[in-house]
């Protein structure tokens, strides 16, 4: 056995990793808590990867089979109906600590010199986070999933010249239809992968260049802050934190497993009170309100053009937010809580 | 003027070479991706439909049909001709329904509402919905684009 381990340490060049775990860091003080966020999601990733490689064992991406694969799945596969429920639910859990994540790092403003890419890349992951919930809400291909897809696709349409070929390009045509289902498919399972795993790459590189950040007031002091051995001292707490996640959520997957409508008909009108996933809904609630027109302008691109300028401002936010510690970023950060009010009010709204 | 020295080095000047060549190498590909990735479309010029399935249709009701791969909508005008709409909403592309007691066209996804001449009035939506035209040939309704 030891000469095994030494044959690979030499091929291999494991030490530098131990050493690097034993190595490593982790500073303590009274917003530590948010460092488990970051594994946590590496975690559902894992959950989402071994799920989603299992029901592509049974799943069909064409207009005939697809709603019946997934009934097949949720009726006669053993267990099949957990591990759709584990995938559906691991997809929530997942965007919901991605934002967790983004928050506290928003309001310790971590993003500050020299983490600016840090924080870029880690929008971008959640870009394709929810791409991700977009692509794989369509694939069980119900009323509410084809409604869904329609306005999700349809929404690029508003931007001027460049948008009939995006929302083409996403639906593989002029209409969401079984090519849809195709393309979405062979992104949600090949290219979003390649894309996270490129994008996390370099974002975890960065985590490890740069180091933990810590707070502003922490970082101000003089003295050294007191930390934790990463190995094995916080991998022994985050394993506890892994632990009571993947409980919740293997009871939230038992007892409420996602329901699956009848086939999705191209001819049938949308089902009254559709919704999208929760993570869409202040947008949904956006387009709801948005009048037709604006000061004579296409009410839908005004309200497109305002949340891609809202996205465009947090993405630039490190640029911005130039002297945290100040007058101007005491302004950053009310306006960033208002931001954060304003989306959790219009989300509470669309469910009322 | 002549110069003393040269403006890039040898070393220079073939690295852009080389560099150069490779990258107008792989954007020769983008090119056919591009015209791989977007299928054809052709809306119908026309769909025929067999007039005796639609004759019995009352005033204020809808039939559907099949306009290429959107929901196509067939109704009993008020005055007996019969009008053809896409039942899809100018907002955000979902599939209308008509609401014979209301006399409303309505989509579900964002609570837009027509009249029964497929004109906006309420809602998001910031346009009518599109009109077909709608002839007799012999045994068939032929259904066109309008205009």
Known sequence: ?352 | MRLQHSLFSRRAFLNSILGGGLAAFAASFIGPVVKFIFPPYKEPDEVKLPAADYNALPANEVKGFAWGSKPGLIKRAADGSLVAFVGVCSHLDCNVTYLPADRKFYCACHKGWYDENGVNIAGPPPAPLRRLAVTVDGESLVIKKQG
Not at chain 1, 117 to 127: E, I, K, N
Not at chain 1, 266 to 274: D, K, N, R, V, Y
Not at chain 1, 280 to 301: A, R, T, W
Not at chain 1, 306 to 328: C, H, N, Q, S, Y
């Open chain 1, 1 to 352: 056995m030891q000469k095994i381990l030494a044959w690979l340490n030499d091929r291999l060049g494991l030490e530098a990793l131990s050493r690097f775990g034993m190595h490593k860091e982790v500073p303590r003080h009274s917003h530590t808590i948010w460092y488990y966020t970051g594994s946590s999601i590496i975690l559902f990733l894992g959950i989402q990867i071994v799920t989603g490689v299992m029901l592509a064992f049974y799943y069909n991406p064409t207009i005939k089979e697809a709603n019946a694969s997934v009934a097949r799945i949720m009726t006669e596969i053993p267990l099949g109906w957990i591990i759709r429920s584990i995938h559906s639910w691991s997809a929530t859990f997942m965007i919901a600590i991605v934002l967790i994540h983004l928050l506290s790092i928003a309001f310790t403003k971590a993003y500050r010199p020299p983490r600016e890419a840090t924080w870029m890349t880690g929008l971008l992951l959640l870009c394709v986070s929810l791409a991700f919930g977009f692509t794989g809400y369509l694939l069980p291909w119900d009323d509410l999933s084809l409604a869904a897809t329609k306005v999700g696709t349809d929404i690029p349409k508003a931007i001027p010249i460049v948008g009939k070929w995006v929302t083409s390009l996403l639906r593989g045509g002029e209409d969401v239809t079984g090519d849809t289902i195709s393309r979405f498919f062979i992104v949600h399972v090949c290219v979003l992968p390649l894309v996270i795993f490129l994008i996390l790459g370099i974002h975890l590189f960065f985590v490890q260049r740069h180091g933990m950040s810590v707070p502003l007031k922490d970082e101000a002091r003089k003295e050294k802050l007191r930390s934790l051995p990463f190995w094995p001292n916080f991998m022994l707490r985050e394993t506890g934190v892994w632990l009571v996640l993947f409980g919740s959520l293997l009871t939230v997957a038992v007892f409420l497993a996602p329901s699956l409508g009848p086939a999705a008909n191209l001819m049938s009108p949308a089902p009254p009170g559709i919704k999208p996933e929760w993570y869409f809904l202040f947008m949904f609630q956006m387009l709801k309100l948005f009048p037709s027109h604006i000061l004579g302008i296409n009410g839908e691109l005004v309200a497109v053009a305002v949340m891609a300028a809202g996205f465009l401002l947090v993405l630039i936010l490190p640029f911005l937010d130039t002297r945290p510690a100040e007058r101007k970023g005491r302004i950053i950060t009310g306006v960033a809580y208002a931001t954060f009010a304003y989306t959790i009010a219009l989300t509470i709204w669309s469910l009322l």
